[in-house]
């Protein structure tokens, strides 16, 4: 085991920060301080009690900056939990701070942010990850695999994929951030960016982008892969789930054909923040040139014109505009 690093959490209320929380404490680390607006986090007592927490930056600022004169102490890690468009400061807020960055997806909302980023790296000589934990599934290694040992002996092969990906959100969701395309950047960035950069990851860089769908509960479009077509659909709308996956109960679908044949993987996520964890720790995290390629799509995305049913559309499109 390493020895133990001291982290903070910008974000701690949100429905993603428990998963950090259990991968710092799973690896045997120590989270020593915590800020969000919101201040009924009961989950910090079953995790780490004794973190100092805040509710206003300007505090958490002050720990953080006096904390390391304390007795040489150090904030190693800072945790990013926090909506979309915050990202891009509270990374530049880590880096300043001497701290290494671990952020949830999508990293930012443009790529220029990338480009900025870069810049505060080299400067500070430290770096920000991005959880990208699809690329830490073991079913989609298998693929991955599978897919370049078949491209090794047909190099030109073009697969075709649809994505469909619906997970049923309330009314809350469309007054929260969320709902709000300047703050989450939209559907394609709140749900899709983590499928797009696996899709890319292993079917290479995109070379075509279309949007045939882009309203507020719903996005639809087609993109081209170096060797790869994709039709892809996103919703958070509940009545597009199919019948069938909606009589047994469940508000959520999920589905990845290749060349027509289902890709399994609906099992293997409950430990994945963990292993992302464990992965930043030993030196081999995903950084900003890795989240590049899927903050570009859902970046184009957003200043697409939708084509409605047009070319190679989603067949859950008629769904919507049917």
């Known amino acids: 085991m390493q020895n133990k690093k001291n982290f903070a959490l910008i974000g701690a209320s949100g429905y993603i920060a428990p998963r950090h929380m259990k991968a710092i404490k799973e690896t045997g680390n120590e989270l020593v301080a915590a800020l969000d607006p919101y201040d009924g986090i009961g989950i910090m007592d079953s995790n780490f ?24 102490k150090k904030i190693e890690y800072i945790a990013i939990t926090t909506p979309n468009y915050l990202h891009d400061s509270h990374i530049r807020f880590a880096l300043k701070s001497g701290a290494y960055g671990i952020c949830e997806k999508p990293l930012v909302l ?32 298998a693929l991955k695999e599978k897919i370049s040992k078949e491209l090794e002996q ?3 092969k073009i697969y075709d994929i649809d994505l469909t990906y619906l997970t049923s959100r309330g009314k809350w969701y469309f007054v929260s951030w969320k709902g709000d395309e300047s703050k989450s950047g939209g ?29 507020p509960d719903a996005n639809a479009g087609f993109m081209k892969l170096k060797n790869a077509n994709v039709r892809w659909f996103l919703s958070v709308n509940y009545n597009y789930i199919p019948e069938d996956i909606k009589a047994t109960g469940k508000t959520t679908f999920r589905s990845i054909t290749v060349d027509g044949e289902e890709f399994e ?3 293997g996520f409950t430990n994945l923040h963990t292993r992302s964890y464990e992965h930043i ?36 499109c008629k769904k919507v505009l049917g």
């Open 154 to 156: 047909n190099p030109n």
């Open 187 to 215: 559907i394609a960035s709140n749900i899709g960016v983590h499928f797009f950069d696996m899709l890319s990851w292993i079917f290479g860089p995109i070379e075509e982008n279309i949007v045939h769908i882009k309203n």
């Open 49 to 72: 009690p004794n973190a100092s927490f805040f509710t206003e930056f300007e505090r958490f600022d002050r720990f953080v900056d006096k904390w390391h004169r304390d007795g040489n």
């Open 110 to 141: 443009n790529p220029h942010n990338i480009d900025q980023l870069k810049l505060i790296e080299q400067e500070t000589g430290k770096k920000v990850y991005n959880i990208l934990q699809l690329r830490l599934h073991e079913s989609i290694i």
């Open 265 to 267: 993987f609906s099992e």
């Open 281 to 316: 720790l030993s030196g081999k995290g995903f950084g900003l040139d890795e989240a590049r390629n899927s903050i570009n799509i859902v970046s184009e995305i957003r200043k697409l014109t939708p084509l409605g049913l047009e070319g190679e559309y989603h067949p859950f």
